[in-house]
């Protein structure tokens, strides 16, 4: 029977009979997009195609950004059908359909958003060898653009085959490049530091260097102490004001000294936090004695390069309140004061998970109408940090606009400040811009897309599209581009343990860029169980200075034949550069090529007048620690395939 299936086949393509291929016939295992998976005759949510009211029979529902590579074997005569946004999308965000044919776009939709009624296309394919039907975000992320693809048809005479649209990732080992630290002392703490009046005030001079070291801290205003053995300052400060102290540590082989300046006033958090969140490693798994193992592995290894933060995320809570109204923690957290204490005595600060809904997107309780109640509760706790996802609070929301979404997360912010602690806040992903509205509601940092995944494709599209909302960032305000896919990761997406599938080059890139962006730096692996690679992504104190920056100026993206190079101005005049072989876009349309294209480097040129810098500068290589050189006019250097060159810029005195 296939022989004559054969025959009858080859038959018809010599007769030149056509015949029509649906796209939802397709297998979709190709079909890439940075979030969620490709759903057939249905949108992503698994509700029916519908596109401003109306509903369509077929089609494929899909996210941006997406790509589906087809070969159509140059036997194709044209493609037809409607493209929209669905109305399942909570708000109305921008996206882009494409369709390219060999390697040339050939049709867009121009800028669609839910609401508008769908685009019909009607597309000559004659000739064409391959296609790719394309879901850009258009200027707004990827957050809510689910997009349907209605429909779509091709008429051909040959086959219809999807193919992979990047090359298999062929395996590289895991390189080091930052040296060791040096025995002698030094400092890797913040140079700003921001407190409320009257709050306890924590903050751990974090030093490199063979112990023992003994720290001192020189103009110290009254009820303010430090610990010479840990280097931990505590007290409080009532008064207002900006105080200047020298801190310094000693050991046998010499010493550094740091000035710190301290803003006791409104805000807090004058440089991105850095630290562990429980989710990706543990998900609702996480518990008592996993946050500890944490903190011990944090303070051993990490404090001393300015690591500070551990964030228990969903699934710490009890299934009712106690007769105060308090939510307790649940059998795997008996003693939340015990815990703070706990890590507190590490020189670490704790940080908390909850929502402003009835429920967690875990499902477990949360902070609806018991706001100020839980304030207090976390503040007697010891608790440091929140983080307020979203989640059920839609149900009181069934037509959300952005006033109607910043008013739970203001009132959570005005529990806070009545509570005697200065506590960070991260407003949880919700509504789109959320930067144009979430420092109005008392917000520190923000999450500006959707959950993040250690794929390629999703760590780029939602790093290289963080220029968007750069101006938003500020000292104590912080677009939050989601936590370091990095090291052991699992249990918060499923019940996989596994190394980042992110290749070495491409987690190079990834810490890079969230240091570019002053993002915040949580850490979302197994801590107790890093390798070598990974410890070292983490303790780079010059990748980290870039963050810890206390100009906290925006990045600015510049697109270039082989990349982007995104750049930053630093506190000192000196600017921070990184090199990205990236395309978020990128599409392999010759698999053949893939072996070559990941071994290649490709070169990359910054022209400095773009900096605004004239004259002679020189540059220093940040992952290495060493100096390049000195340049004038422009800066080139090779950069590995999805990898990263990072620099610092620094002009000449004249």
């Given at each position: 029977m296939k022989y004559y299936l054969f025959l009858l086949g080859l038959l018809l393509s010599f007769t030149g009979y056509t015949k029509t291929v649906y796209i939802d016939e397709l297998d979709t295992q190709f079909l890439l997009q940075d979030w969620g998976v490709p759903v057939v005759n249905k949108s992503i949510m698994q509700t029916p195609l519908q596109v401003a009211g109306k509903e369509y029979r077929r089609g494929i529902g899909t996210h941006s950004i997406s790509r589906f590579l087809l070969n159509v074997e140059g036997k194709s005569q044209s493609i037809s059908g409607w493209v929209g946004a669905d109305d399942r999308n909570d708000f109305t965000c921008n996206m882009e359909f494409k369709i390219l044919a060999d390697k040339r776009e050939i049709w867009s939709s121009g800028v669609m958003h839910k609401g508008m009624s769908a685009k019909k296309f009607h597309l000559s394919l004659k000739g064409v060898q391959k296609i790719a039907l394309i879901v850009a975000e258009a200027g707004?992320?990827?957050?809510?653009?689910?997009?349907?693809?209605?429909?779509?048809?091709?008429?051909?005479?040959?086959?219809?085959?999807?193919?992979?649209?990047?090359?298999?990732n062929i395996a590289k080992e895991k390189y080091v490049l930052t040296p060791q630290p040096g025995l002698m002392p030094k400092i890797n703490s913040p140079k700003v530091f921001g407190v409320r009046p009257g709050n306890p005030f924590i903050y751990t001079v974090a030093a490199t260097g063979e112990r023992p070291v003994k720290f001192t801290a020189y103009q110290l205003p009254d009820g303010l102490t430090i610990n010479e053995e840990t280097g931990l300052i505590t007290g409080s400060l009532k008064e207002k004001g900006s105080y200047y102290i020298v801190?310094?540590?000693?050991?046998?082989h010499g010493g550094d000294s740091r000035i710190v300046r301290i803003e006791v006033g409104d805000k807090i958090s004058l440089t991105p936090p850095m630290g562990w969140n429980s989710w990706n490693c543990w998900g609702l798994s996480v518990d008592e004695k996993k946050v500890k193992d944490a903190a011990d592995v944090m303070n051993t290894f990490l404090i001393n390069h300015g690591w500070t933060y551990i964030n228990i995320d969903d699934g710490w809570e009890a299934e009712k309140r106690d007769e105060n109204g308090e939510l307790q923690g649940n059998a795997k957290f008996p003693d939340f004061k015990r815990l703070s204490d706990y890590i507190h005595s590490k020189g670490l600060k704790f940080g908390i998970y909850s929502s402003p809904g009835p429920t967690t997107c875990g499902g477990y309780l949360a902070s609806y109408q018991y706001e100020k109640i839980d304030a207090k509760t976390w503040a007697k706790w010891g608790v440091d940090y929140l983080k307020h996802d979203y989640c059920s609070y839609s149900q009181f929301t069934p037509s959300p606009t952005e006033d109607l979404i910043k008013a739970p997360y203001t009132l959570m912010r005005e529990a806070l400040d009545e509570a005697d602690r200065d506590m960070v806040y991260c407003v949880g992903y919700g509504a789109p811009n959320v930067w144009n509205w979430a420092k109005e509601a008392g917000g520190n940092l923000w999450r500006t897309t959707r959950d993040i995944t250690d794929e390629w494709n999703v760590v780029s599209a939602i790093g290289f599209f963080q220029d968007v909302c750069a101006e938003a960032t500020a000292p104590g305000c912080y677009n939050d581009p989601d936590m370091l896919v990095v090291g052991k990761l699992g249990l918060g997406w499923g019940e996989k343990v596994h190394d980042s599938y992110l290749t070495p080059d491409e987690q190079?890139?990834?810490?890079?860029?969230?240091?570019?962006?002053?993002a915040p730096l949580l850490i979302g692996c197994d801590m107790s169980n890093m390798d070598d690679f990974t410890l070292n992504l983490l303790t780079n104190d010059e990748v980290l200075a870039v963050n810890q920056d206390p100009a906290v100026m925006p990045a600015h993206k510049i697109i270039t034949e082989n990349g982007q190079i995104w750049w930053k101005m630093l506190e000192d005049g000196s600017y921070a550069a990184g090199f990205f072989n990236a395309d978020p876009y990128f599409i392999l349309w010759d698999q053949s090529s893939g072996k070559e294209i990941q071994q290649k480097n490709y070169q990359m040129m910054l022209d400095v007048k773009k900096l605004g810098i004239t004259g002679k500068f020189e540059v220093r290589d940040l992952w290495r620690q060493s100096d390049l050189g000195e340049f004038e006019g422009s800066f080139s250097t090779e950069v590995p395939y999805h990898g990263v060159r990072f620099v610092k810029i620094t002009p000449k005195k004249i």
């Amino acid at each position: 029977m296939k022989y004559y299936l054969f025959l009858l086949g080859l038959l018809l393509s010599f007769t030149g009979y056509t015949k029509t291929v649906y796209i939802d016939e397709l297998d979709t295992q190709f079909l890439l997009q940075d979030w969620g998976v490709p759903v057939v005759n249905k949108s992503i949510m698994q509700t029916p195609l519908q596109v401003a009211g109306k509903e369509y029979r077929r089609g494929i529902g899909t996210h941006s950004i997406s790509r589906f590579l087809l070969n159509v074997e140059g036997k194709s005569q044209s493609i037809s059908g409607w493209v929209g946004a669905d109305d399942r999308n909570d708000f109305t965000c921008n996206m882009e359909f494409k369709i390219l044919a060999d390697k040339r776009e050939i049709w867009s939709s121009g800028v669609m958003h839910k609401g508008m009624s769908a685009k019909k296309f009607h597309l000559s394919l004659k000739g064409v060898q391959k296609i790719a039907l394309i879901v850009a975000e258009a200027g707004d992320g990827i957050m809510y653009d689910h997009a349907d693809w209605l429909e779509v048809k091709i008429e051909t005479s040959g086959n219809v085959t999807p193919e992979p649209v990047v090359p298999e990732n062929i395996a590289k080992e895991k390189y080091v490049l930052t040296p060791q630290p040096g025995l002698m002392p030094k400092i890797n703490s913040p140079k700003v530091f921001g407190v409320r009046p009257g709050n306890p005030f924590i903050y751990t001079v974090a030093a490199t260097g063979e112990r023992p070291v003994k720290f001192t801290a020189y103009q110290l205003p009254d009820g303010l102490t430090i610990n010479e053995e840990t280097g931990l300052i505590t007290g409080s400060l009532k008064e207002k004001g900006s105080y200047y102290i020298v801190t310094r540590a000693d050991n046998q082989h010499g010493g550094d000294s740091r000035i710190v300046r301290i803003e006791v006033g409104d805000k807090i958090s004058l440089t991105p936090p850095m630290g562990w969140n429980s989710w990706n490693c543990w998900g609702l798994s996480v518990d008592e004695k996993k946050v500890k193992d944490a903190a011990d592995v944090m303070n051993t290894f990490l404090i001393n390069h300015g690591w500070t933060y551990i964030n228990i995320d969903d699934g710490w809570e009890a299934e009712k309140r106690d007769e105060n109204g308090e939510l307790q923690g649940n059998a795997k957290f008996p003693d939340f004061k015990r815990l703070s204490d706990y890590i507190h005595s590490k020189g670490l600060k704790f940080g908390i998970y909850s929502s402003p809904g009835p429920t967690t997107c875990g499902g477990y309780l949360a902070s609806y109408q018991y706001e100020k109640i839980d304030a207090k509760t976390w503040a007697k706790w010891g608790v440091d940090y929140l983080k307020h996802d979203y989640c059920s609070y839609s149900q009181f929301t069934p037509s959300p606009t952005e006033d109607l979404i910043k008013a739970p997360y203001t009132l959570m912010r005005e529990a806070l400040d009545e509570a005697d602690r200065d506590m960070v806040y991260c407003v949880g992903y919700g509504a789109p811009n959320v930067w144009n509205w979430a420092k109005e509601a008392g917000g520190n940092l923000w999450r500006t897309t959707r959950d993040i995944t250690d794929e390629w494709n999703v760590v780029s599209a939602i790093g290289f599209f963080q220029d968007v909302c750069a101006e938003a960032t500020a000292p104590g305000c912080y677009n939050d581009p989601d936590m370091l896919v990095v090291g052991k990761l699992g249990l918060g997406w499923g019940e996989k343990v596994h190394d980042s599938y992110l290749t070495p080059d491409e987690q190079y890139s990834h810490v890079s860029l969230w240091c570019i962006l002053s993002a915040p730096l949580l850490i979302g692996c197994d801590m107790s169980n890093m390798d070598d690679f990974t410890l070292n992504l983490l303790t780079n104190d010059e990748v980290l200075a870039v963050n810890q920056d206390p100009a906290v100026m925006p990045a600015h993206k510049i697109i270039t034949e082989n990349g982007q190079i995104w750049w930053k101005m630093l506190e000192d005049g000196s600017y921070a550069a990184g090199f990205f072989n990236a395309d978020p876009y990128f599409i392999l349309w010759d698999q053949s090529s893939g072996k070559e294209i990941q071994q290649k480097n490709y070169q990359m040129m910054l022209d400095v007048k773009k900096l605004g810098i004239t004259g002679k500068f020189e540059v220093r290589d940040l992952w290495r620690q060493s100096d390049l050189g000195e340049f004038e006019g422009s800066f080139s250097t090779e950069v590995p395939y999805h990898g990263v060159r990072f620099v610092k810029i620094t002009p000449k005195k004249i």
